[in-house]
């Protein structure tokens, strides 16, 4: 159990002359952490993706993004921003992203400096609601309004792809500070989180390193969470939005399956092939239109969304342009597409970031590098078939969004 998806080494082709190879070591503490080394000698810096399966937009409370704003707020034994302070004087920076299902932080500092990271994350990991004050969780809490009001579109897509789902992300009036205790404690424990090394450093020191500093940290009690099947859409839903934007927008949705999924490769690579400036939708409508697909992976299976700036063109109108050609996508030409994916995902694996959270990504979607390259290489017969059914005109959330 030492080794990422059962593979000891990981082989990516960076170029086309080279295949340099990314070793990885797995292993998982006795209180739940799982940890994923993938030591590069030949970079001077290292980067710590930690991956917290806390949940997102089915958190009615909003619990979750009140996690990310209280992120770098202090701790038991760090003032407000210390955090921060600390990894800019070694010369890093750090960041927290909210998912649809997950939390992430990330900080890439100078190798020297892994062990200053670890402590700071260990500290966080345990110590953050022990660092409550009245005043910054009231302004953490108030700051949660804000994204609210920012994914109110989103949100409602969401929720009519999924009614299980909020249609907003709870005010933050419900949450108090032992409510948010009690819930860091449950969801953002060691036996939800991966944590992921990439970059310079020493294997088996940095192992000891992890082992010290996470591996006091209590683990929740085990909870059962049903396992959702994803599926298409049953019925098409049609709805009115109002939002802070400046022309009317058509935003057409699917449900997708989980990660890494034959049905959810393909439709990537549908994303790629309908959306932009000269994609089959542009084709279509011939006129110069802002078009955006958006590919949302899940656990529990994501979404798929398009949206196209209709300003006053009949919305019906540019509807029929988008499933006209996602019809075409049996007969389009896929070496572009496939061409494209895969240079993106190499030269995202370049930067020890992003290399940190595809190891982040694959441990919690069980998936792999060697299986995101194969997945590019869908045929147009099984596009074809994945399309008819998950991009279905009957599969479909459209919502008609208008400036408020």
């Not at 760090?78 to 750090?94: F, H, K, N």
């Not at 260990?122 to 700051?143: C, H, I, K, S």
Request: glycine share 8%.
């Amino acid at each position: 159990m030492r080794t990422l998806a059962g593979c000891a080494i990981l082989a990516v082709a960076l170029t086309a002359h080279a295949e340099p190879t990314l070793p990885t070591e797995r292993f998982v503490l006795a209180n739940g952490l799982t940890v994923v080394l993938a030591p590069d000698p030949d970079v001077a810096t290292v980067a710590m993706h930690a991956w917290y399966a806390s949940g997102s937009d089915d958190d009615t409370r909003g619990r979750p993004a009140l996690a990310t704003h209280l992120a770098f707020r202090g701790s038991h034994h760090l003032g407000d921003g210390e955090y921060e302070r600390r990894i800019e004087a070694a010369g890093g920076w750090t960041d927290v992203t909210l998912a649809a299902d997950h939390t992430s932080l990330v900080a890439v500092v100078p190798a020297g400096a892994l062990g200053l990271v670890l402590q700071l994350e260990a500290e966080r990991m345990y110590g953050l609601p022990e660092g409550l004050r009245a005043n910054r969780f009231v302004e953490a809490r108030d700051a949660i309004a804000a994204d609210r009001h920012a994914r109110a579109t989103e949100l409602a897509v969401a929720h009519a792809l999924d009614p299980a789902r909020p249609a907003a992300l709870g005010d933050g009036s419900a949450i108090d500070p032992e409510d948010f205790t009690a819930f860091w404690r449950t969801h953002d424990d060691p036996g939800h989180a991966t944590l992921v090394i990439a970059g310079r450093f020493e294997p088996v020191a940095t192992r000891k390193l992890i082992e010290r500093d996470f591996g006091w940290i209590p683990r929740a009690p085990a909870s059962s969470r049903p396992v959702a099947t994803p599926a298409p859409l049953a019925h098409p839903v049609m709805i009115e939005l109002a939002d802070d934007i400046p022309a009317r927008k058509l935003v057409i949705a699917f449900r997708t399956d989980r990660p890494y999924a034959p049905a959810t490769a393909a439709i990537g690579v549908a994303a790629q092939l309908l959306g932009g400036k000269h994609g089959l939708i542009q084709q279509r409508l011939r006129s110069a239109t802002d078009i955006r697909t958006t590919l949302v992976p899940a656990a529990d299976g994501g979404r798929l969304t398009i949206e196209v700036v209709v300003g006053q063109t009949d919305a019906t109108v540019m509807r029929a342009a988008v499933f006209a050609a996602i019809g075409d996508l049996g007969q389009a030409d896929l070496a572009p597409a496939r061409a494209v994916l895969d240079a993106r995902f190499v030269e995202s694996l370049e930067n020890l970031a992003f290399r940190a959270e595809a190891f982040a990504r694959f441990e919690a979607w069980h998936g792999s590098i060697a299986a995101v390259r194969a997945s590019f290489g869908v045929d147009r017969a099984a596009l074809a078939a994945i399309a008819a059914t998950w991009l279905a005109d009957t599969a479909a959330v459209t919502a008609i969004v208008s400036p408020r």
